[in-house]
């Protein structure tokens, strides 16, 4: 079962606001703000599919919100708008779509259905061109695009100690089934918000932190390098061995940095950490 979308609205007014959520609740997670800062706010702290926006409140206008929005995300908007001239506006500032006041809840229900189904089918052609079809996650392709945003604080690369050495005693299938387990092993650690794996190429991984302290990310791959030495690896059936990993640390999307620092990491000993 697909997970209950999230629709953020915001409008100045709460009667509105109730009447908004009255008109989704059955079908969607709804979360509400009553001004564009606390908007802001609630995106920061939850995972949301869709906004619903008024165009006219005081402090920022919906406009406003939208045009610092399109700054850095295209979470699909809907104006909702009385003013005509605003819905022209709207659309030329980047919003998806637009409703007029008053609306329709059915008419609602179906500008949010299409507007979703829209986002479902871009993020199905993304996941098949951008996965990695051994290991279930992003790709080398999937990075380099993500490499360039600016919230990335951080950028990890990792790398299985003693690879091929694997794959001579255990064979590919039995390198295969590693890397697998490897990549479950670090997914389960990871915040799906804030924390993304991508396979590099072979047996090499990177993670992209947003929004992390220095603390926060060495706390993590620290406690990370030892599930990977703890948690043993089944390489066939009934067949079990463990593996480590080295990890090269650098801040922002220097990449180049951070693979000079797995470099340093296994040429010290492997199976550590090194941070720029």
Do not use: C
């Not at 690896?233 to 009934?238: K, N, Q």
């Amino acid at each position: 079962m697909s997970p209950i979308k999230t629709i953020l609205v915001v409008d100045d007014d709460a009667i509105f606001l109730d009447l908004y959520e009255d008109a989704l609740k059955d079908s969607y997670q709804v979360i509400r703000a009553l001004s564009g800062f606390e908007a802001f706010k609630l995106l920061r702290e939850n995972r949301v599919d869709l906004m619903i926006l008024d165009s006219t409140m005081p402090g920022l206008t919906g406009l406003e919100v939208l045009e610092h929005l399109r700054e850095t995300s295209d979470l699909p908007v809907i104006m909702v708008t009385a003013d005509k001239d605003k819905e022209v506006q709207a659309i030329e500032t980047g919003a998806n779509d637009f409703i007029s006041k008053p609306w329709d809840s059915r008419v609602l229900n179906l500008r949010v259905k299409k507007e979703l189904g829209i986002v479902d089918a871009r993020e199905e052609m993304i996941r098949l061109i951008y996965t990695d079809n051994l290991t279930n996650t992003w790709n080398r392709g999937k990075f380099d695009l993500d490499l360039e945003l600016d919230h990335v604080s951080h950028i990890a690369m990792f790398d299985i100690d003693h690879f091929k050495v694997f794959n001579d005693t255990y064979g590919h299938q039995g390198g295969d089934e590693a890397l697998k387990q490897f990549v479950e092993i670090i997914q389960s650690t990871l915040n799906e918000r804030t924390q993304t794996l991508y396979r590099y190429g072979g047996e090499e991984f990177s993670v992209l932190y947003s929004h992390h302290s220095d603390k926060e990310v060495m706390e993590h791959l620290e406690a990370l390098l030892e599930d990977i030495r703890t948690i043993p690896i089944e390489v066939s059936e009934g067949v079990f061995t463990s593996i480590t990993a080295s990890i090269g640390v650098a801040h922002g999307n220097n990449y180049q940095e951070a693979d000079k620092r797995l470099y340093i990491a296994k040429k010290s000993g492997r199976d550590q950490v090194v941070f720029q």
